[in-house]
């Protein structure tokens, strides 16, 4: 494969990056910032600065699915922008097969599939046939080599039983949406592919479909990050996760690795009922006031506060959780004991606080 | 690539026009609602007589067919350009068109110039058998011409549009751009009022607007004879030496621009 590499270095020089980028991972993130100005007010403007990532590097490999884990606003989005070419890092770079996304987008886009949003991003007027068509023209294929394309990917997908080629976009169900969105991302048949929240909101038919499809592309030797907040998703889909908060990678392995990290604790799950607000001031007083690791989460129709302990301090955090959820006007509705998951490693690494606010 | 990109552009449209088939019929009726409300407004105020003797022409009721349709597919060149970024932000696809392999001031200029040939097409199409009807097979003929002087107007006025484009997603803002640009542009290419009665400003301004000479050529094809074939060349040199200035800039404004789109983060 080196001398294959060589031999490009007569036709290109930047081909030859690209094949060294091959032979060191497929996608590279090193010291990605990004700052966003946000201003509020018409007469009197006040702006502040927020930063979505703050130094964010981690890299995947080909032939395995990479899940970028972390709250709302904590820059997954941002991140997958970046990588997508449609957002310029302040500093830093990211490198896909090698080539950077600063200096080489269009190389790179060359290498991508991208999903971005289930709900838009096609045209309303249009059949998913004619979305397909005319978006794998727009990426450089056309004729009979598109129409095979269209074929393989609306059979991997179930495209055809669905009846999602001839109905109009703005007939289709959510889960036609997602999976008209990654026959899109698969078309040109990409070595990387970038997808952003890819089964949010979607019925379970159609995200375990999406799922499926993920592993088998990563079993074809291509290179497949995700974001999701959904800890389910990641552990049964990703080889790799890295949890990001306030910009930054603050843990990274493997599922089965990362739950190592608490193995000796118990996850205390509480039920609970109250408003919004009132809820996750219990949870960031039971974290700052008595350094508890705890987090607010939505689990099934219900809020729930998972908070860590060793067994030996269990009866403490529960007396702690008793007596605060009273004072903040919260009702504990339901509680259980359950072996950590990869949230509880979340609520670990990041204490339970992991949201930036950044957009 | 660009092959594709054109091809994909014509297809949108044309699925966009077979899917929406009242959207068709609006595009091929509208010439008529404009020439009979310019039609209107004019003989409130004056006769026929008049208006053929200050604009010069032989057939005051074809030059306002054809006018109207020159004038408002030169100026729609303009709108679809500008609102290949704006459209597509809305309807939520302006992020995976950016993801084509080739610089988006490029897919921005593809975009536009193939929505407005389709447009004009029809345009061209709704006011043909107007035309047939009023003047005959000669008038048919000098509507053909009118229509190459068109297509040549067009490329200065795509690169207006993608600077147009460009900087409405560069000012992050959903400004009306088109809502400013549209009345200026009729105002300035003399379709309905004579450029001379305008102040020097608007003059000068008008010198530099592209489908101020389209619509000249159509005031000089209809009434065609050699003195006036020799004017035509000179309304095409014209219009290639601003097709050559504005895209010149347009290219320089396209880079810069796409390169602050992506630092602000408006493609979404």
């Known amino acids: ?359 | 690539m660009i092959a594709g990109l054109v091809k994909a552009e014509l297809l949108l449209r044309y699925w966009w026009f077979k899917n929406n088939k009242s959207f068709l019929a609006v595009s091929l009726l509208w010439p008529y609602v404009m020439v009979v409300t310019v039609l209107a407004l004019g003989l409130a105020y004056g006769s026929l007589e008049v208006y053929k003797a200050r604009l010069g022409v032989v057939d005051p009721l074809v030059y306002l067919f054809s006018a109207s349709a020159v004038a408002f597919t030169t100026v729609n060149v303009i709108d679809y350009t500008v609102s290949v970024a704006t459209w597509h932000r809305w309807i939520g696809t302006l992020q995976y068109v950016s993801l084509a392999p080739v610089r988006l001031g490029v897919y921005v200029v593809v975009s536009g110039l193939a929505s407005s040939l389709l447009s004009a097409g029809i345009t061209w199409a709704s006011v043909a058998p107007a035309i047939a009807i009023l003047s005959g097979p000669e008038g048919l003929a000098r509507f053909a011409i009118l229509a190459l002087a068109v297509v040549a107007g067009m490329i200065p006025l795509v690169a207006i549009g993608c600077i147009a484009a460009m900087a409405t997603l560069a000012l992050k803002e959903e400004g009306n751009v088109i809502g400013f640009l549209m009345p200026l542009l009729l105002l300035l290419s003399g379709v309905f009022y004579p450029v001379e009665v305008l102040p020097w400003v608007l003059r000068l301004m008008s010198n530099l607007t592209p489908s101020y000479y389209v619509v000249e050529a159509s005031k000089i094809v209809n009434a065609l004879n050699v003195e006036a074939g020799f004017k035509v060349y000179l309304v095409i040199y014209a219009l290639a030496l601003l097709a050559v200035l504005y895209n010149l800039l347009g290219f320089y404004f396209a880079v810069w621009a796409e390169s602050r789109v992506k630092s602000r983060g408006v493609i979404e």
């Not at chain 1, 397909?132 to 991997?156: A, P, Q, T």
């Not at chain 1, 939505?298 to 009273?326: I, K, N, S, T």
């Open chain 1, 1 to 359: 494969m080196l001398l294959g590499c060589w031999s490009r270095f007569y036709f290109s020089f930047g081909e030859l990056l690209g094949c060294w980028g091959s032979l060191l991972g497929v996608v590279e993130a090193r010291g990605l910032v990004k700052e966003y100005v946000d201003c509020r007010g018409l007469l009197r403007r006040v702006c502040r600065r927020v930063r979505a990532l703050d130094g964010l590097s981690f890299g995947v490999e080909g032939g395995e699915v990479y899940g970028l884990l972390g709250p709302n606003g904590s820059g997954k989005t941002t991140t997958v922008k970046i990588l997508s070419t449609l957002l310029l890092p302040d500093s830093g770079d990211a490198f896909v097969d090698g080539f950077s996304v600063v200096r080489d987008p269009i190389r790179v886009r060359e290498r991508i599939g991208v999903m971005l949003s289930v709900e838009r991003g096609f045209f309303w007027k249009l059949t998913g046939y004619e979305n397909l068509k005319y978006f794998g023209l727009l990426y450089g294929l056309s004729g009979g080599e598109l129409e095979e394309r269209i074929r393989e990917v609306s059979d991997l997908l179930g495209l055809r039983e669905l009846g999602v080629l001839e109905r109009m976009f703005e007939d289709m169900s959510m889960g036609m949406k997602a999976r008209l969105g990654l026959a899109r991302a698969l078309l040109k048949d990409p070595r990387v592919l970038l997808l952003d929240e890819p089964t949010l909101g979607l019925d379970p038919p159609s995200a375990r479909r999406i799922r499926e499809v993920l592993r088998e592309q990563a079993r074809r030797g291509k290179a497949v990050l995700i974001t999701t907040h959904n800890m389910f998703e990641a552990e049964i889909v990703c080889d790799r996760v890295g949890f990001i908060a306030r910009g930054r990678i603050v843990a990274e392995g493997s599922p089965r690795d990362l739950k190592l990290r608490v193995r000796d604790r118990v996850a205390l799950v509480f039920s609970l009922a109250g408003e919004s607000w009132s809820l996750e001031l219990l949870a960031d007083r039971l974290r700052r006031g008595y350094g508890v690791e705890a987090s607010i989460s939505q689990g099934g129709d219900q809020r729930v506060l998972r908070a860590l302990a060793y067994p030996e301090a269990e009866g403490r955090v529960v007396g702690l959780v008793l007596r605060e959820a009273e004072r903040f006007n919260v009702k504990i509705v339901g509680f259980r004991v359950e072996e950590p998951s990869l949230e509880d490693v979340f609520i670990a690494v990041t204490g339970g606080g992991g949201d930036s606010g950044a957009s």
